[in-house]
């Protein structure tokens, strides 16, 4: 029987808006799913084969998905996409292809790095995927994954026409991704970004000129708005680090390749946030908006904005933790915390 009938792929997009394959090894026959209990046991027929494969023995290690990819066959075909150079979202017809022996080894060798370091597949691979765009990444830069990719795509309606020329800001830009996706997408945009971290910038700096954005994302070593004088925004955006200190400690090994003044946020994880929220109103245009990213410091977040005007944003591809503000209630947040 054809491999490629085994299967019965279905897609989804990620909150990237990266289509990934979900569940599609589900249909794989019994035989061909139980031969590899160990590594290069045997050589494989097909991809379909070595991707259900590695998929079993990666849930079987237990390992944390989550860093480009939400489970372990989409993390094999990401494998394999690397390894055989084929495009992220490649087709089904391709899982039918037989391996070479050197194909195999590169996927297995691979594959045990993945199980025994931990590590996310991005550093191992040295590339993520944010909004369909490709982002080169190490150690020094959190790994893309913002549901903020699917509001680019969106374009933020209806709270702003990105049709326009704004000026945006990307406060803790990382490797780049928000702001280059931004860039990329909304050719009018005029784009700022800025983060503390000199290492990740350098990363940012690389994606830009890899997109040949060089000339509307300018990147600005800054404790967020300290290195901008009196420069003011249409839209600020920022995915900054938000994860409470108890939560920090009870991370999956994953999250400790990556660098913790990206992620750790203080006692409630708002420590980053508040700073935005009060320090914003001095950044933004009259009307301008501050669209922050506070994932599991949702909760703390809502009582901190509690009656402050500031509205959740819903996901279509998932993804949740993402409020938008205007400068006005902004501004009143502030001074009430002042007073
Ligand atoms: C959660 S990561 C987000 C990276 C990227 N924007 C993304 O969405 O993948 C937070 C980023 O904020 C940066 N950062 C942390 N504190 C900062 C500060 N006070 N000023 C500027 N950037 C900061 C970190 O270096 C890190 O790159």
Redesign the pocket.
């Given at each position: 029987m054809d491999q490629i009938q085994l299967f019965t792929a279905r897609y989804q997009r990620d909150a990237a808006g990266f289509r990934w394959r979900i569940a599609a090894a589900r249909g794989m026959n019994k035989a061909a799913s139980t031969s590899f209990g160990s590594p290069a046991a045997m050589p494989v027929v097909s991809l379909a084969e070595w991707t259900a494969s590695a998929a079993r023995r990666m849930d079987a290690a237990d390992l944390f998905f989550g860093h480009g990819t939400a489970n372990a066959f989409d993390e094999a075909c990401w494998m394999a996409a690397h390894v055989l150079g084929l495009p992220p979202d490649f087709e089904d017809f391709a899982l039918g292809q037989s391996l070479t022996q050197p194909a195999f080894d590169d996927l297995e060798r691979l594959l045990i790095q993945r199980i025994e370091t931990r590590k996310p597949l991005a550093y191992l691979v040295g590339h993520a995927w944010f909004a369909g765009l490709r982002f080169e990444v190490d150690e020094h830069?959190?790994i893309?994954?913002?549901p903020?990719a699917e509001l680019i795509h969106q374009g933020l309606q209806p709270w702003l026409d990105l049709d326009r020329p704004l000026k945006v800001l990307?406060?803790?830009?990382?490797?780049g991704?928000?702001a280059a996706a931004l860039a990329w997408y909304w050719p009018k945009l005029a784009i700022d970004a800025?983060?503390?971290?000199a290492a990740?910038l350098a990363w940012a700096e690389r994606n830009v000129a890899a997109l040949e954005l060089g000339d509307r994302v300018a990147l600005t070593h800054?404790?967020?708005f300290e290195a901008l004088g009196t420069r003011r925004y249409d839209l600020i955006v920022s995915?900054?680090?938000y994860v409470p200190e108890r939560s920090m400690l009870e991370l999956p090994p994953e999250y400790r390749h990556e660098?913790a003044?990206?992620?750790a946020a203080g006692a409630d994880g708002l420590d980053?946030v508040r700073r935005l929220l009060f320090e914003a109103p001095e950044h933004l245009t009259a009307g301008g908006l501050l669209l922050i990213e506070v994932g599991e410091a949702q909760a703390a977040a809502e009582l901190l904005l509690a009656d402050s005007g500031a509205v959740w944003l819903e996901f279509e591809h998932g993804g949740e933790g993402v409020f938008l503000i205007d400068r006005a209630a902004c501004t009143a947040l502030r001074d009430a915390a002042r007073a």
């Amino acid at each position: 029987m054809d491999q490629i009938q085994l299967f019965t792929a279905r897609y989804q997009r990620d909150a990237a808006g990266f289509r990934w394959r979900i569940a599609a090894a589900r249909g794989m026959n019994k035989a061909a799913s139980t031969s590899f209990g160990s590594p290069a046991a045997m050589p494989v027929v097909s991809l379909a084969e070595w991707t259900a494969s590695a998929a079993r023995r990666m849930d079987a290690a237990d390992l944390f998905f989550g860093h480009g990819t939400a489970n372990a066959f989409d993390e094999a075909c990401w494998m394999a996409a690397h390894v055989l150079g084929l495009p992220p979202d490649f087709e089904d017809f391709a899982l039918g292809q037989s391996l070479t022996q050197p194909a195999f080894d590169d996927l297995e060798r691979l594959l045990i790095q993945r199980i025994e370091t931990r590590k996310p597949l991005a550093y191992l691979v040295g590339h993520a995927w944010f909004a369909g765009l490709r982002f080169e990444v190490d150690e020094h830069t959190l790994i893309p994954r913002s549901p903020i990719a699917e509001l680019i795509h969106q374009g933020l309606q209806p709270w702003l026409d990105l049709d326009r020329p704004l000026k945006v800001l990307d406060v803790g830009t990382g490797c780049g991704c928000i702001a280059a996706a931004l860039a990329w997408y909304w050719p009018k945009l005029a784009i700022d970004a800025v983060d503390i971290s000199a290492a990740a910038l350098a990363w940012a700096e690389r994606n830009v000129a890899a997109l040949e954005l060089g000339d509307r994302v300018a990147l600005t070593h800054s404790d967020l708005f300290e290195a901008l004088g009196t420069r003011r925004y249409d839209l600020i955006v920022s995915n900054p680090p938000y994860v409470p200190e108890r939560s920090m400690l009870e991370l999956p090994p994953e999250y400790r390749h990556e660098p913790a003044a990206a992620l750790a946020a203080g006692a409630d994880g708002l420590d980053v946030v508040r700073r935005l929220l009060f320090e914003a109103p001095e950044h933004l245009t009259a009307g301008g908006l501050l669209l922050i990213e506070v994932g599991e410091a949702q909760a703390a977040a809502e009582l901190l904005l509690a009656d402050s005007g500031a509205v959740w944003l819903e996901f279509e591809h998932g993804g949740e933790g993402v409020f938008l503000i205007d400068r006005a209630a902004c501004t009143a947040l502030r001074d009430a915390a002042r007073a």
